[in-house]
């Protein structure tokens, strides 16, 4: 449920898009992303820093990409958020305190090496999409930008969280591969 809550202002932006135009879908987005906030905390009693630190970067380059009537507001969002999250887990590493272990340590336990390489991994991984998206925003058609905003970026987190997956399971103990099997 929570991941599905995480794709409602994707899904939201991306069909408002196709049927009216990108500042409308921005206007939605900034709507369609406190409706997530609203009913994530609804439900889990809780948020999540990412999540409103996202809400916020969304409410102002959304507003101002609807206001100023300028899509280039809403390009930068997304390079902002992943640059974001790159230097979240800079931070988190360098204070010795990784992330990625305390939302995935209960459950797999592997060694600070292991945790380390993953947020290095990471920090990588939403740089080179930060990058990518730059490149893609600024020399490509508004229609590739979308396209590869909604489907590109999240086919490849995907495909990352997989290869993360597979690494930890890689490294995880015998006894506790056994468990999860």
């Known amino acids: 449920m ?10 939201v932006f991306f069909a408002v898009y196709k049927f009216y135009d ?21 439900i ?5 820093k990412m999540h409103i630190i996202t809400f916020v970067v969304v409410a102002v380059f959304g507003s101002l990409t ?9 390009k930068w969002k997304v390079t902002i958020v992943y640059a974001l999250m790159a230097l979240a887990l800079v931070i988190s590493q360098w204070l010795k305190r990784p992330v ?11 060694g600070d090496h292991i945790w380390a390489r993953l947020t290095w991994y990471w920090v990588g991984f939403f ?25 590109g ?15 930890l399971f890689k490294h995880i103990p015998e006894e506790q591969r056994k468990e999860l099997k």
């Open 66 to 74: 609807l206001f100023l009537h300028d899509d280039v507001f809403i």
């Open 22 to 42: 990108i500042y409308i879908a921005s206007g939605v987005l900034v709507a369609a992303t406190a409706l997530q906030l609203i009913i994530t905390y609804a």
């Open 127 to 151: 740089l080179l999409c930060s990058g990518a998206n730059v490149y893609v925003a600024f020399n490509l058609s508004q229609e590739t930008w979308v396209n590869f905003k909604v489907f």
């Open 153 to 167: 970026l999240t086919a490849v987190t995907l495909i990352n969280t997989v290869i993360t997956v597979l690494y």
């Open 44 to 48: 889990y009693r809780k948020l999540e």
């Open 100 to 110: 990625l272990k305390s939302m995935l340590g209960n459950e797999l336990q592997v």
């Open 2 to 11: 929570k991941q599905l809550l995480d794709f409602l202002p994707l899904v």
